[in-house]
């Protein structure tokens, strides 16, 4: 088994690095992070290995995930480039930075993927949406790019100029979902619901309401109408959540984190 390396085990890559060892053996991944104190600890909890440098990684490994924050890729990017071969298939996670930009650095002839995971990839409830060039690389390896991903959870083969769009609506909304989830609880407490229960319910709410609209493939506008009595409980909460622009709330933050990504 080709093996998969991970360059930056933090938030993200530790995320991978877990959802991988629902499919993977141990002996399949490692991991390198400057923060060696992070590996060490990282690996105690896994059990997988980890490597000094970068490049030792590179080496080890024919899959590689670069997990670290865009503003460290330049520096990265160019310490890499002469330890990754044409045989390596190079997975960025970076929002923002092109196929045709991590080429540039790492040489023309290197191959990329460019995918934007979730954090509920350590659970293998990740989505992940994934773009590459179809002809530079194998069956195999394209089944391996496959089973990289869906080891994490979904994934989706997008087209390159909608990737930003993917950032928005996966790669960052786990953070908004949490925002609700604690603002919904917040709210059960004030009148007097315990913290726990109040976590539970609104995050088992979150959970169900979500599978309602994968599972029964119903329209999220119908559902909602199932659970809006006439005259009832929740409309009058809908018309309060319309009233202070819930919906455009939400749009204004993909509008927010789209112009981030066109930054970077
Ligand atoms: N956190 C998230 O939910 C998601 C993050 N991403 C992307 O994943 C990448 C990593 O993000 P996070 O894990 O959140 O950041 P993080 O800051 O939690 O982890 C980055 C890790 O990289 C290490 N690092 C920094 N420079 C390095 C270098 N030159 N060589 C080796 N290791 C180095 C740091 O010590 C740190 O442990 C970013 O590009 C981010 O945009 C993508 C999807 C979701
Ligand atoms: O906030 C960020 O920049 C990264 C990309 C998607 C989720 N976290």
Redesign the pocket.
Known sequence: MAKIGI???????YAIAKGLLKQYGKEDIVF????QD?CAQVSKELGIDWVKT?QECAKLATYIVL????Q?FD??LEQLKDTVTEKNVIIS???GITTTQLKEKLGEEKRVVRA????PALLGEGMTGVCYDEKSFSDEEKHAIDSIFTSLGKMRIVEERLMNAVVCVS?SS?AYVYLFIEALADSAVKYGLPRDAAYEMAAQAVVGSARMVLETGEHPGALKDKVCSPGGTTIAGVSALEEFGFRNAVIKASDACFKKCEKI
């Open positions: 360059i930056g085990i933090g938030n993200m890559g390198t992070d400057v923060n992070r970068n997990a670290v924050k865009p460290y520096p990265l996670i970076a929002p934007m995971p979730n954090t790669g786990p």
